[in-house]
């Protein structure tokens, strides 16, 4: 903004000072053109060739611009294209991982009904082996009472049979301490 308004001063000023000397800018006199002289108002080719001259800049500087304002179009237009790329990489992303998230989760859930059914398993094994065990252990206990009475009955046999004495029952009554 600041240097469009200095320009617009500057040719305000050449205009205005080609304004105020017109005569002199106006007036003919003897240029040399290199391999001929001619009789011209000098003043009046210099101004005309400023003129061209500013026109040729205000061309290139508005040819810039354009090429600027295109350049910046295309360049926003690929930022948005790989704005998009990123935004559906990352989306690739999170769905490679919730999908990474469940086949573990799976993995981990099929791990745990496999132990939990192999822990059951164990656990029926161990149940069978204790009730064997209890079977086996109530067989010889069996055996052992079934050896005792024999020998009891073997021993009966052998000494004559003395009467066990046995004693009174007698209860005590607590509050008095006197037998009832």
């Known amino acids: 903004m600041i240097r469009s308004v200095i320009l617009l001063l500057i040719a305000l000023a050449i205009a205005l000072l080609a304004l105020l000397n017109w ?16 009789n011209a108002p000098l003043g009046i080719i210099m101004l005309g060739l400023t003129v061209l001259l500013a026109a040729f800049f205000v061309a290139y500087v ?31 992303r999170f769905t490679d991982l919730r999908n990474f998230l469940e086949t573990h989760h799976q993995q981990d859930a099929l791990e745990a009904r496999t132990a939990r059914e192999a822990l059951l398993e164990r656990i029926q094994r161990l149940e069978s082996t204790i009730a064997a065990r209890m079977e086996q252990s ?22 004559p049979a003395r009467p066990v004495p046995v004693a009174s029952a007698t209860v005590v009554d607590p509050a008095t301490g006197t037998p009832r």
Request: net charge negative; no cysteine.
């Open 62 to 92: 508005l040819y810039l611009q354009s090429s600027v304002l295109m350049d910046t179009r295309r360049h926003n237009k690929e930022m948005q294209n790989q704005r998009e790329l990123a935004d559906k990489a990352e989306a690739s």
């Open 23 to 38: 005569g002199t800018l106006a007036a003919p006199s003897v240029v040399s053109l290199g391999v001929a002289t001619v």
């Open 138 to 159: 109530d067989a010889a206990t069996a055996a052992y009472l079934g050896e005792l009475e024999d020998r009891l009955e073997r021993h009966a046999v052998v000494s």
